[in-house]
């Protein structure tokens, strides 16, 4: 509900045409902005008086009351209390930007149905506060800070199922910088204190997931933020006059619209990572000391690249899930990364642009919609790349990295060309010939890794690389060497 409430007032400011103005603060200027901020809504919606914007001394107060467009659409399937009108302070500043004030809570309790079961629940917040500077000029906030504190969430259904969620704390930093090109740069970090999640289950028994603090950081770079306010305000238009079908005249402005969007952004770029992670389960514990994942993109290009990437340290496994003897095999740290890249997304899009007719009920002939995929991928494969794989103790170090080509059609038959190499091979080698005298699988395995060593090339400081290559005919080789399956 709160996410809600903040992409709400997000998009409400974003797209709405509100003007640089002076510092005096008016009556027509409080009717202006709620005017601009509820414009592209349906009007049905603006009759709610959900939005209300209203002037003071030296700033204008604008309430958003949720629950009036929560009434639009009552359902016996859905029940929300306590929900209250969330006030904003917008101040003018002599400099043309606005000030965007926030300090509430939330308390809200209600039910639903999920899966012919009624669950109740409660949400709280004990403290939320937004604190911005908003720049009409980018349509965004230059600077922003929220901060979230004692956040629970719990939900119980009649089977009996239960799930608590709490965070401690959460405050997230924003800020969105206009460069010389006019295109704007967003970056964000935040973080977070104390999560846990507790599910109660009378089939699995009590699942409880915690971690000691959750930190983050996000960059968009080369948004034109004009041009992409325009082409939403675009679509906003079209649905609110919710035509059959464009005009030729609109067909055009949105294909102009998509054009001068490109490529999107330049560079999308996220990691999330959770510390000091505990789960328990049927009486048994896990901990992870690290758990990070990151997520990328290059924006919509001739050679785009989307890239994604996990990595954990310090595992620890639950006491007598493994056989005695073997806990030292479990990584101390692991990592993986993988990349989809060559994708022709602006040979994509330039093909829609120049062959769909959208003011056609099907913009695009079935042939048409097939090159679309062929252009995409160009000479008709997906191109892999891995990317710091990895798995280390104390007793192993492998690394593995290299590319991958896979024909959609044969997926099959993968062309490959992958290189594994393991530091200090002989002191995993002895590990498991010593672990294999209590632990037969150990001793099998120990077996195997001599005999894939001396397929490898050995380097001066104890390291074995292998490097293999699967061509499209099938043909393996590792090292240059011809291998037989």
């Known amino acids: 509900m709160r996410k809600a409430l903040y992409s709400t ?22 009717q202006a902005i709620e005017k601009s901020l509820t414009y592209y809504l349906p009007q049905s919606v603006i009759d709610t008086g959900f939005l209300k914007v209203t002037p003071g001394s030296k700033r204008y107060e604008m309430s958003v009351d949720l629950q009036k467009l929560v009434d639009m659409f009552k359902s016996p399937d859905f029940t929300i209390s306590g929900l209250k009108p969330f006030v ?102 935040f973080t977070g204190s104390k999560l846990s999640e507790v599910i109660e289950d009378p089939t699995t028994g009590q699942v409880t997931m915690a971690a000691g603090a959750m930190n983050g950081t996000v960059s968009v770079d080369g948004v034109n933020t004009v041009a992409l306010r325009d082409l939403i305000i675009f679509v906003a238009d079209l649905a609110r006059a919710n035509p059959q079908q464009l005009t030729v005249d609109q067909d055009r402005q949105l294909k102009e619209l998509i054009k001068a969007n490109m490529p999107f952004v330049e560079n999308l770029a996220e990691t999330i990572g959770f510390s000091d992670v505990k789960i328990n389960a049927q009486g048994m514990d896990a901990s992870l000391g690290e758990l990070t994942y990151n997520i990328a993109f290059n924006g919509i290009r001739n050679d785009s690249e989307v890239s994604f990437g996990m990595s954990a340290r310090d595992l620890v496994m639950p006491a007598g899930i493994l056989p005695p003897g073997t806990e030292p095999a479990v990584p101390e740290s692991a ?15 330039d ?123 099938g043909d393996v080789t590792v090292n240059g060497q011809p291998m037989k399956f």
């Open 88 to 189: 904003h302070y917008l101040t003018p500043q002599d400099d043309g930007l606005w000030k965007v004030e926030l300090n509430d809570h939330l308390n809200v309790s209600g039910s639903f149905m999920a899966e012919g079961t009624k669950n109740d629940f409660t949400y709280t917040i004990d403290k939320m506060v937004f604190d911005g500077l908003y720049d009409p000029t980018i349509y965004n906030f230059p600077k922003a800070t929220q901060t979230f504190e004692k956040l629970q969430f719990k939900t119980q259904g009649t089977n009996p199922k239960s799930i608590l969620a709490t965070i401690d704390r959460m405050v997230s930093d924003s800020s969105a910088v206009k460069r010389a090109d006019g295109l704007v740069d967003f970056d964000g970090t």
């Open 335 to 349: 990592s993986f990364g993988v990349a989809v890249k060559g994708l022709d997304l602006k040979g994509m899009f």
């Open 351 to 473: 093909y829609l642009v120049a062959n769909a007719d959208f003011s056609k009920n099907e913009p695009l002939t079935k042939e048409q919609s097939d090159e679309l995929g062929k252009i995409v991928l160009g000479d008709g494969m997906i191109k892999v790349d891995f990317r710091d794989v990895t798995v280390k103790s104390a007793n192993y170090d492998m690394a593995l990295s290299g590319t991958m080509r896979v024909d959609p059609n044969k997926s099959d038959k993968p062309e490959a060309d992958i290189t594994i190499t393991a530091r200090d091979f002989d002191k995993t080698v002895a590990y498991l010939q010593q672990t294999g005298q209590t632990v037969p699988e150990f001793g099998q395995a120990a077996f195997m890794a001599l005999a894939f060593k001396g397929f490898g090339a050995a380097q001066p400081d104890g390291t074995v690389i292998w490097n293999m290559k699967i061509d499209a005919a």
């Open 9 to 30: 007032v997000a998009v409400l400011i974003a797209t709405s045409p509100i003007a640089a103005g002076a510092a005096e603060v008016t009556p027509e200027g409080a």
